[in-house]
């Protein structure tokens, strides 16, 4: 099955990947935009596609995600 989320997570674009890892270390929507300097809403509509990429249910599912795996 890992194999499966690591396939998964090559089809995340460059900054997908990065904002998947600012989820990793904690970090709340509105830190992420200060961040990536986008607005809030760009970092949800970002996380959705993450979700539907990865066919994950949120926001903790894609911390450990990227912590099991070393997604990068």
Known sequence: MSDILTLHTEALTQRERQMAHAVSRGLRNRQ?????????????????????????????????????????
């Open 32 to 72: 992420i935009a200060n961040e990536f300097g986008i607005s809030e809403e760009t970092v949800k509509k970002h996380l959705a596609t993450i979700y539907g990429k990865l066919a994950l249910p949120g926001r903790v599912a894609l911390a450990v995600h990227v912590l099991q795996t070393g997604a990068s």
